[in-house]
């Protein structure tokens, strides 16, 4: 158990709705990772926030999502209008500073768009 | 960017016999390096890390060197177990050109049999 959780597991949605995903990392890591994993493929990065503030997003960020670490602890990621493209593994990693980045994962959340 | 080529999978291998998955890598500078493992409904777990040129990192028999000339950190292991079977990731992160996220391969599943 890495201890980084993620809320829910499982998503099934309608294409067009609204989709909150919501990541609690290790306690004492102040990095945290947004990535997507689609299948037989390996995660792609989206987003990472180091406390608070959102220091680099992917160009896979559209602007139908959007990712927020309000007081530097937990994280949530939103996507707006889903499309059936958007069906993925989300997942979420967390991180220490001068760790040698090692990220520990979480169990991640399946999205699915029908 | 930064990209990662990983060997095509997938690779099925008898129990006790000698694994080599090949994973090499394009990045400015000099990256640290990690494979990372994802076992069956499991989430990503971190396997083992380099973090410069001529380390060899090294967990539950795995070994992987880091080979800066080749640009190369290339998995082993000397006795594969029926446990083993998993898909591996190799992903360098390349925090001294100011990036903090990992660049994952597509994934080699490994299926070893009894």
């Known amino acids: 158990d890495t201890g980084v959780s993620q809320d829910p597991r499982h998503k099934i949605t309608k294409r067009g709705q609204n989709v909150t995903f919501r990541c609690d990392p290790i306690s004492e890591h102040n990095r945290l990772y947004w990535y997507r994993q689609t299948l037989g493929q390996g995660p792609e990065f989206l987003t990472y926030?180091?406390?608070?503030?959102?220091?680099?997003k992917s160009r896979l960020l559209s602007d139908r999502f959007s990712a927020e670490r309000p007081k530097g602890s937990f994280s949530t990621l939103e996507i707006q209008r889903t499309e059936q493209g958007d069906s993925a593994m989300y997942l979420c990693?967390?991180?220490?500073?001068?760790?040698?980045?090692?990220?520990?994962f979480g169990p991640g959340t399946r999205l699915t768009v029908l | 960017g930064d990209s990662v080529t990983q060997m095509e999978g997938p690779v099925t291998l008898s129990e006790e016999a000698f694994l080599t998955i090949n994973c090499t890598y394009t990045a400015t500078g000099y990256p640290s390096l990690f494979w990372y493992v994802q076992y069956p409904g499991e989430g990503l777990q971190l396997l083992l890390k380099a973090t410069k040129a001529d380390d060899k990192g090294s967990n539950k028999g795995f070994e992987a060197t880091y080979r800066k000339e080749t640009t190369s950190f290339h998995l082993e292991k000397g006795s594969v177990q029926v446990s083993d079977s998993a898909v591996y990731f190799c992903?360098?992160?390349?925090?001294?050109?100011?990036?903090?996220?990992?660049?994952f391969g597509k994934g080699t599943k490994l299926s070893v049999i009894p």
């Open positions: 992903a360098p992160i390349n925090s001294g050109a100011g990036s903090y996220q990992l660049t």
């Open positions: 990693a967390s991180s220490r500073v001068l760790a040698d980045n090692e990220q520990f």
């Open positions: 926030f180091q406390n608070e503030a959102q220091l680099e």
